[in-house]
């Protein structure tokens, strides 16, 4: 336990609501958010938790920082007990939501930040020198936002000072859940870069995200969440070996869903995703025989009167690995 982190065993977290049915009739339905989800952080690792909307990400974290407690389950962080030692646990966390709250809209980001760090008991001199560090590092200062009101802050100031805050009493564990969330490419980068800084001076960092491209940036090994469960784990390189010697076929087109899911069904590929958004459907085929099946591909979709737009091989990122793990016409078929 001592070399790890954040410790996770077995965390079971059921969350009921209740179902309309009619004008006056209710029924309960129990959203098994997390199934047993299990891993381990060791000390100064940036380590992903990867998965789409609705994975279970945010019900782990806010365990994880002693929001929620867990139906079935333990948890440690620092070796303290998430639900047994609440204060020991939230005194050696900082934690980040995408949604920052709790800051005052009327008081400006210098104001904020020294009244959390006189809430979190810093004595007044060690809160003016921190609170000036912070403003630095996170180039609030620089943004020209330290002394305007959060109320008139953008998102992305919003997110530098949420990071500010959680880093006040220098924790040694960082929690950061969709930190870039909704973020200009600027402010993604500049809070990107910073928690890699922040990894290079010693800090553990759990960083949840959808977004494989970054997570790949950001994080020395990856665990990869599916409806509650983690479904496969490693570092970006490893988890790509897991389809090495494929190829992805990205096809974007227009037609009836169904028969374009029908038209792969014949194809000698290994892993298949069709994902329909506003411009269409976008179709990514695993493959270790890539030129041969993106010509038939293209072929029986023309024949079927669907409309192909593009069509490319690129190589596999750890989107397909998700695929890989998720999904596929061996067993349960197209997505
Ligand atoms: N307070 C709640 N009441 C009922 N269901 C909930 C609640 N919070 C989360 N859920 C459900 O639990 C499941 C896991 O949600 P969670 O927010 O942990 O996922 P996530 O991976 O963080 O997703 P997202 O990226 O969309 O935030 C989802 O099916 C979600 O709808």
Redesign the pocket.
Known sequence: MRDYSIVAEGLVKR?V?RQRKGLFKSTPQV?E?LRGVSFKVRRGEVVGLL??????????VKILATLLIPDEGDAWINGFHVVKEVDDVRRGIGVVFSVEKGFYAKLTGRENLRYFAALYGLSSSEAEKRVEELLRLLELDKLGASDRLFEEYSLGMKARLGLARALLRDPPVLILD?PTLGLDPPSARKIRSLVREMAGNGKTILY?T?NMFEAELVCDRILL?DR?RIIAEGTPGELKEKVAGKRTIVAHVRGDKMLVSRTIEGLEVEKVSVEESEEGLTVRLLTRSPEEVAGILLRELVARGVEVYTLRIEEPTLEDVFIYFTSGVGHGGTT
């Open positions: 969350y609501t959203i958010a998965g789409p909307n609705g994975a279970g990400k945010t019900t782990t969709e949840t959808h969440i509650g």
